[in-house]
C-alpha cells in the first residue's frame, strides 16, 4: 500500500517569507508527527497529532511554526516569517496504534527546506 | 539536554566484519527502544526494536542489546554488506506515544 507522502521535496524560499508543508499519512494510521533534522543533528520532534485529541506541541520551536491536521488526516506544517535557522529537512511520521503498543512509526520522505 | 546519545557520528567496517552501533540514554522512564535506518534523500525506516523487559532480541543479521543498568543498548550487524551503509538513529519510547532520537551514527561498510 502506500506509505507517507510529503510535498514538496524541496522548497527554497526567502528569509521573512511564509512556508506550508504537506504531509499525507498512511490510510487509517491515527498518529502522525513532525520532525525535523537540521544538517548533521538528529532528529527533532516537533507536534503530535492523535485521533480527534489536542494535539502535543511541546516540540515547536517558536510562535512562528503551526501545524493543522483535517479531517484526521492530512496535516500541514506552517512557518511564518521564515529564518535562515530554519533550513532542514522536515520529516512527517504517521503510526497505526495509539499509546501502549509497538511505538513504530512510518516516515515520509521530508520536505528538504532552505531559506535563503 | 539530550536523553538520547549516540557518541560515534560515524563507523566504518570491512564488509563481512561485524558492525556495532552504541546509543546511551538517560531517562529511566523510556521502557521500549527501536533502531532506524536512513538513506540519503530518504525517511528513516524502522529496523528493529527491543522492549525493557528483554535484553536481547534478534531479526537476520540484526541484534539489539540492551543493558538497563548501564542505560545502553546496542545494534550488532553481522555479516555487515555494503548495502547497510547508511545513518542508523536509535529511538526511545517511554509514556506516551512519543519517540526520542538520538544523532545517528554514518556506518559506511567498505567493499
Known amino acids: 500500500g502506500a506509505g507517507v507522502s510529503q510535498s514538496p521535496s524541496n522548497k527554497v524560499t526567502e528569509k521573512g517569507k511564509d512556508v506550508e508543508l504537506r504531509c499525507d499519512p498512511i490510510?487509517?494510521?491515527?498518529?502522525l508527527y513532525w520532525y525535523r533534522q537540521s544538517l548533521g543533528q538528529g532528529l527533532e520532534f516537533l507536534i503530535y497529532?492523535?485521533?480527534?485529541?489536542?494535539?502535543?506541541k511541546s516540540g515547536l520551536p517558536s510562535d512562528r511554526f503551526s501545524a493543522e491536521r483535517t479531517g484526521g488526516s492530512v496535516s500541514t506544517l506552517t512557518i511564518q516569517r521564515t529564518q535562515q535557522e530554519d533550513s532542514a529537512v522536515y520529516l512527517c511520521?504517521?503510526?497505526?496504534?495509539?499509546?501502549?503498543?509497538?511505538?513504530?512509526?512510518?516516515f515520509g520522505p521530508g520536505t528538504r527546506l532552505t531559506v535563503t | 539536554d539530550q536523553q538520547v546519545k549516540q557518541n560515534s557520528p560515524s563507523l566504518s567496517v570491512q564488509e563481512g566484519r561485524i558492525s556495532i552501533l552504541n546509543c546511551d540514554y538517560t531517562?529511566?522512564?523510556?521502557?521500549?527502544f527501536l533502531w532506524y535506518k536512513k538513506y540519503p534523500a530518504e525517511g528513516p525506516t524502522f529496523l528493529i526494536s527491543?522492549?525493557?523487559?528483554?535484553d536481547k532480541n534478534e531479526d537476520g543479521r540484526f541484534t539489539v542489546f540492551l543493558n538497563k543498568s548501564a542505560k545502553h543498548l546496542s545494534l550488532h550487524i553481522v555479516p555487515s554488506q555494503p548495502g547497510d551503509s547508511a545513518v542508523y538513529f536509535c529511538?526511545?519510547?517511554?509514556?506516551?506515544?512519543?519517540?526520542?532520537f538520538g544523532g545517528g551514527t554514518r556506518l559506511m561498510v567498505k567493499p
Open positions: 527491543i522492549s525493557s523487559i528483554k
Open positions: 490510510s487509517g494510521h491515527t498518529a
Open positions: 497529532f492523535q485521533g480527534n485529541s489536542a494535539p502535543d
Open positions: 529511538a526511545a519510547a517511554g509514556a506516551g506515544n512519543m519517540l526520542t
Open positions: 531517562n529511566s522512564m523510556f521502557d521500549y
Open positions: 511520521a504517521s503510526s497505526p496504534n495509539p499509546a501502549g503498543s509497538s511505538y513504530e512509526q512510518y
